[in-house]
């Protein structure tokens, strides 16, 4: 069983609010994702790293940012939440030579904005 | 560049009846393949997944798919279905970074 945790599992947050989503992983991968997920729709990437201090914006452009200091911890902030983040987002990591290792997803955060 | 593109968006299938999700990939590498599933309210579950061993991969709950290179495709099939099996379906293909790219999804609804 996957060992990847996010918290909050749910949020309901004013408009202009800062906002950070946790996503911990205790298998020590170094690739890790946060995945972007509207109800019944396909999974966007907006963040990944390949390892401590590497960040990269995914394919969908998003106002959120990530870091990665340590391996375990790839925490998603939004500076100032709008509507337009209301979503599910869904961090993952992944292990293996390049991309032949599965990806291990967490719950998900379901975010909405008021 | 890589993407997938999964053929249907929804599949409705008579329980005990064979179901079959299509996938199309493209790739500029040998690339590794996935189907994940995804349950109303749960995460997401690796079915199964191809990293340039053998062609035909056997999956979780029944579940197998063909790598077919000169197609470019990687179909999941299933004899018979279950009600258990309706759900929503990832083909994913992923590049030797280690970057995934997830299809649309395929809704599979199973009726009794």
């Known amino acids: 069983e996957a060992d990847i945790y996010q918290t909050p599992r749910y949020l309901v947050i004013g408009t202009g609010k800062k906002i950070t989503l946790e996503c911990s992983q205790t298998?020590?991968?170094?690739?890790m994702y946060w995945y972007q997920q509207d109800p019944g729709m396909e999974l966007h990437l907006i963040h990944y790293s390949y390892g401590v201090n590497s960040t990269e914006k995914g394919d969908l452009s998003s106002e959120s940012t990530v870091s990665r200091i340590r391996t375990e911890h790839f925490p998603l902030t939004l500076e100032s939440a709008r509507p337009s983040h209301t979503s599910q987002y869904l961090c993952?990591?992944?292990?293996?030579?390049?991309?032949?290792?599965?990806?291990?997803f967490g719950e998900g955060s379901r975010l909405t904005v008021l | 560049a890589q993407s997938v593109t999964q053929l249907d968006s929804h599949v409705s299938v008579s329980e005990g009846t064979p179901v079959l999700l299509r996938c199309n990939y493209s790739s500029s590498y040998s690339p590794s393949l996935f189907w994940y599933v995804q349950h109303p309210n749960k995460g997401l579950q690796l079915l199964l997944k191809?990293?340039?061993?053998?062609?035909l991969v056997k999956g979780i709950n029944g579940f197998e798919a063909e790598f077919k290179k000169s197609e470019t495709s990687f179909h999941l099939t299933k004899p018979s279905a279950h009600m258990s099996d309706a759900a929503e379906y990832f083909c994913?293909?992923?590049?030797?970074?280690?970057?995934?790219?997830f299809g649309a999804g395929t809704q599979v609804v199973v009726t009794p």
């Open positions: 993952a990591s992944s292990e293996g030579q390049g991309g032949t290792g599965e990806l291990f």
């Open positions: 994913v293909v992923s590049d030797r970074w280690g970057k995934f790219q």
């Open positions: 298998m020590g991968h170094d690739k």
């Open positions: 191809y990293t340039s061993a053998a062609t």
